[in-house]
Nanobody
Framework: QVQLVESGGGLVQAGGSLRLSCAASGTISSINDMAWFRQVPGKQRELVAAVSRGGATDYADSVKGRFTISRDNAKNTVYLQMSSLKPEDTAVYYC??????????WGKGTLVTVSS
C-alpha cells in the first residue's frame, strides 16, 4: 500500500507562484511513475505533469514553460512548482503514483485557486 498526502495549495493572484508537495509513504519502492493531475467541477481529471523513477518528465501543453515537476526519491516526495499562474489553472490538484497497470494510488487532492 502507498499513501499520498498533498500540500501547498491555496489562493494566489494571477501571475503568482505556488509549490505543491506530495509526500509518499508505505511501499515506496514499488512506485514507478508519479504525476500531478487536476480537476475542475464538471470536467474530467487531466494530466498536468509526470515524472518517471529515473527523472524523465512530461507536461501538458497548457503548462509547459510555467510548471516544473520534480522528484526527490530520498524524501519520497514529488513537487510541482507552478509559476505564471492563470485563473484557468484553478482546480483541485491530485498526486498520483503508478506501480503497474493494475495498481495506482491517488492522494485526496489540494485546491489551487488563482484569482484574476
Amino acid at each position: 500500500q502507498v499513501q499520498l498526502v498533498e500540500s501547498g495549495g491555496g489562493l494566489v493572484q494571477a501571475g503568482g507562484s505556488l509549490r505543491l508537495s506530495c509526500a509518499a509513504s508505505g511501499t515506496i519502492s514499488s512506485i514507478n511513475d508519479m504525476a500531478w493531475f487536476r480537476q475542475v467541477p464538471g470536467k474530467q481529471r487531466e494530466l498536468v505533469a509526470a515524472v518517471s523513477r529515473g527523472g524523465a518528465t512530461d507536461y501538458a501543453d497548457s503548462v509547459k514553460g510555467r510548471f516544473t515537476i520534480s522528484r526527490d526519491n530520498a524524501k519520497n516526495t514529488v513537487y510541482l512548482q507552478m509559476s505564471s499562474l492563470k485563473p484557468e489553472d484553478t482546480a483541485v490538484y491530485y498526486c498520483y503514483a503508478y506501480v503497474n497497470v493494475n495498481v495506482q494510488y491517488w492522494g485526496k487532492g489540494t485546491l489551487v485557486t488563482v484569482s484574476s
